[in-house]
């Protein structure tokens, strides 16, 4: 069911610029080995029956929709390396 | 707050905070370093969260305060909880104190580590697929993952929501129920903690005769080949041991156990790729240099080592269009298949048993060039997680001079009884 290639740097390289995590040449090369080792052993999964009922025992919990103090906007900011005007700093959108 | 060296590396940070009496005052505890600390570095022994210093507690370390805990430092762990031998930190490994040749396991490892050698009374630490139980079985004390539900996540930094808990570990199983004592019990700043708490401690106390009648189930997939000799030998006086005690064993079979930890893997590493997505380097961490936002933030992100880089990939990978119904669905059916069995088994048996680890501790160095390898060793502990149920590692002896643990699983919020089993297991063996 899944595409039988294996995967290879370029698409170690693809994942990563999904995943948005800088990974050089070398290390793309490295994690190939063992992306298809591990993909490879989720095939265990293929004879998992698609229909399986899961009993769903969860429940919403709520509660009313009132202000109530929560952290100061200085505590929330004080561990970004960037502030202003009480706003995180973040980089420019290009 | 000052980083000292111990030889065994179990802290990444020291401190000291205490407020006063309490049940647990004449305690020292340890608490892993994904736990908020409010005005204590926590950095999930991340190069990504070096510096943050948290503006709150989580509530298990607010609910350690006010029982009068002395909390002394924070432990060292696999970054943000991926790996099995607290070697994939960012501060080094942490060494096993029974052989500082082997790993303590992870990765909860310095907790373990900590409470093993006396450095502390005992500790938190949190089980996302054996987390608290593998290092509690590889350095020889008692390491529980409560019931999901029962003890409040607010402040633990997440890896994978709808599997882990945080956990209490101690070398004895009394202590172990004292300050499960303290952190369990609803919370209304975690939508999924509302059970009500059971004394704890007063059950193991009156365990006594626990294991009288008892049923205890053992899953043939937990016991197979998989195993080495020396654990299965000391798994095999175990179950001796609770038969003397007036426990009927009965080997069953529990199928969808075979499916279980590649569903755990795709799973944990799907939700991991969605939670790890807030470190940026922009509200905490250090930041990323490049020309734009994604550059930026790809940049902050290189700092994760190989195991979370490989693990929000993967995640990443079998949650892209295309490949979701491959991975994912099929994980979570394999999941419901896993609960089921557990539900079925423990209708007819009080707990289920297993070695908790298959194999003992690995050499420092051993597992970390294989992630697969690595992965194996949780067959036994991911399928717990997988069901929300909870589960004990509770010392069964030593094969090769390195400990085995026993673990002990029971159905939703049957803590009570299983920690009254556990201790009788303690006691007996």
Known sequence: ?94 | MSKTEDSLNAFVTRCDLSSGDGALDDLTVGVKDNISTEGVETTCGSDVLEGYVPPYDATAVARLKDAGARIVGKTNMDEFGMGTTTETSAHGPTRNPVDTDYVPGGSSGGSAAAVASGEVDAALGTDTGGSVRCPAAFCGIVGLKPTYGLVSRYGLIAYANSLETIGSMARDVGTTARLLDAIAGADERDGTCNAEAEDYTVAVKDADGALEGKTVAVPEELVGEGVEEGVRERFDAALETLRDEGAEVREVSMPSLEKALAAYYVIAMGEASSNLARFDGVRYGPGGEGDGWNEAFADARARFGDEVKRRVMLGTYALSEGYYGDYYDKAQNARALVRRDFEEVLDGADVVASPTMPLTPFEIGEALDDPLQMYLADVNTTPVNLAGVPSVSVPCGRADDLPVGLQLTAGRFEETKLLSVAREFEKAR
């Open chain 1, 1 to 94: 069911m899944k595409d039988e290639q294996e995967l290879d740097a370029d698409d170690v390289r693809h994942v990563a610029e999904l995943a948005r995590v800088d990974v050089t040449d070398d290390e793309a090369e490295e994690f190939v080995e063992g992306f298809n080792d591990v993909l490879g052993y989720f095939e265990t999964l293929d004879d998992v029956p698609d229909d399986v009922e899961a009993e769903d025992d969860l429940e919403n919990v709520m509660r009313a929709d009132e202000p109530r103090p929560s952290l100061p906007q200085g505590e929330a900011l004080k561990n970004a390396e960037e502030s202003e005007d009480g706003y995180f700093k973040g980089p420019s959108v290009s």
